[in-house]
């Protein structure tokens, strides 16, 4: 008579010391979504998103207040280097946080980068000098490295049916923050100069007139850096142990046969000791790919629309000051905000993350396509259309780029999950590195041809942001990318 035998992975062992193991325990009690430690990975990813572009309303002043441009058209020259720095420190390093992530934990990683926000930041706002400036933003982009192994967390604190709301939280505070940013650095640069009765000239803000806005996203990160006493670790920490199963599961059929067991149990330490080349995984190199393509046409929209929105009406701009600028961002961000925490989830549940992206980027390329019509419009109308097309743009690439966290994440395995974000992050890094530069100087020689047969003024530069887009679109189909297996 054929022996019954126990179906795998029916036992479960947890290690008593383990902080991966008692996050599995944490997550199999859970009964709803774990919406307290969401909370935490929203503010952590705001806080890492919110020094990224922040710069961009005042660096152009910033860089002339340096006096190292000998006439006013180098400006943008130096403005570029000092703007691509942080990505730049952020693609050399990245690789490494995530190989701490994935043997010392994620929390450590985390800290380390909020605390770099502190001080980096801080410093950069104290700038005196073109040079300093470019050393602190790389610095700061050495050591902040924290959106790979957020990413990777964010899949770690809840159940699988959750995956999508803890990624979308991740992507939507990173895309407020992205928003937000620079509103903070245009409303409270120069506050002398603005709000003359609250600031002296004689005061630190009148002796570096570029220190308020990067103090006000410091103090955030020092709140954030105390609030993360309380964050939990998810990394296993018992693999290794030859007299024990280095998963934090024990699975092994039940059998009289002790040494069938242990067998079974050096199987999977070696399973665990050699772990398949992370560059050989097609489904993550091929996503990999994909969303370098979309950052960087995400970075070089993030400039352009700045730019586009505060030039003259005779250029094929909006004419519109900093502070309305700020409040269009301030108002994508909020609408950005209802949508992917109450939207997102229902509809990636029913149509797949890979689904989303791909609808997100082809419903994007005929809305930029409309962008240069905007400025035709005036007064209500204008402001009317201008805020609905930003949210709508927004909310498209975030949900494309939410799509793109999940399937990366899909394709490893939760040992190798930092070291797999922060590949993803480091050629992003690298993509994003041409963002700045590419944009202004794409910008700049489109309002040099006002008057082209082809494509005039400001309807290039949407044309080649839509480029760059479809490119990102084909990629998503086969033969190029490869959806993980379940």
Not at 184 to 189: S, T, V
Not at 320 to 332: C, M, N, P, R, T
Request: hydrophobic content about 45%; aromatic content about 12%; some cysteine.
């Amino acid at each position: 008579m054929e022996e019954t035998r126990t179906p795998l992975l029916e036992r479960v062992e947890y290690y008593e010391n383990c902080p991966g193991c008692k996050m599995d325990r944490l997550k199999q009690e859970q009964t709803g979504a774990p919406y307290m430690l969401l909370s935490f990975i929203w503010i952590v990813s705001l806080c890492t998103a919110l020094q990224i572009a922040s710069l961009f309303p005042f660096l152009y002043f910033m860089i002339r207040d340096f006096h190292i441009a000998k006439r006013e058209e180098d400006i943008g020259f130096y403005a570029g280097f000092v703007g691509s720095s942080f990505m730049v420190g952020r693609a050399l390093t990245s690789l490494f946080w995530g190989v701490v992530a994935d043997r010392y934990g994620r929390k450590p990683v985390i800290l380390i980068g909020i605390f770099s926000v502190v001080v980096f930041n801080t410093l950069f706002g104290l700038s005196t000098s073109f040079w300093m400036a470019l050393s602190m933003r790389f610095l700061l982009g050495c050591f902040n490295s924290l959106l790979g192994t957020v990413r990777a967390y964010a899949c770690e604190v809840c159940k699988e049916e959750y995956r999508a709301l803890a990624l979308s939280v991740v992507s939507t505070s990173r895309g407020i923050g992205l928003i937000i940013g620079p509103a903070i650095g245009g409303f409270f640069a120069q506050p002398v100069e603005k709000f003359p009765n609250l600031f002296a000239e004689s005061s630190i803000f009148g002796r570096f007139p570029y220190f308020l806005p990067c103090l006000m996203i410091s103090v955030y990160a020092v709140g954030v850096l105390f609030a993360c006493k309380w964050l939990p670790e998810t990394l296993h920490k018992h693999a290794g142990k030859r007299n024990e199963t280095s998963d934090p599961y024990d699975i092994s059929e039940p059998s009289s046969n002790e040494s069938g067991r242990k067998d079974n149990v050096v199987e999977l330490e070696d399973r665990q000791i050699h772990k398949p080349n992370l560059f050989k995984n097609w489904p993550l190199m091929s996503t990999t790919i994909v969303y370098c393509i979309f950052s960087l046409q995400e970075m070089a929209y993030a400039e352009i629309f700045s730019l586009w929105a505060l030039s003259d009406k005779k250029y094929g701009g909006l004419s519109f000051s900093s502070q309305d600028v700020g409040e269009v961002l301030a108002i994508s961000g909020f609408g950005l905000l209802l949508f992917q925490l109450l939207l997102y989830p229902p509809v990636e549940k029913r149509l797949g993350p890979l689904m989303v992206t791909r609808l997100s980027a082809a419903i994007s390329i005929p809305l930029l396509s409309g962008f240069p019509y905007i400025a035709m419009l005036s007064g209500v109308v204008l402001h009317l259309v201008i805020n609905l097309a930003s949210i709508l743009r927004n909310t498209l690439s975030v949900s494309l780029v939410t799509g793109l966290f999940i399937l990366l994440n899909d394709a490893v395995p939760q040992s190798q999950r930092g070291a797999a974000n922060a590949i993803s992050i480091t050629a992003m890094s690298v993509f994003k590195a041409f963002g700045p530069a590419g944009g202004g100087a794409l910008f700049s020689w489109a309002q040099k041809r006002q008057v082209a047969s082809f494509l005039p003024g400001d309807q290039m530069v949407f044309f080649v942001l839509n480029v760059i887009q479809f490119i990102g679109l084909l990629l998503t189909f086969k033969p190029f990318l490869a959806e993980p297996r379940s």
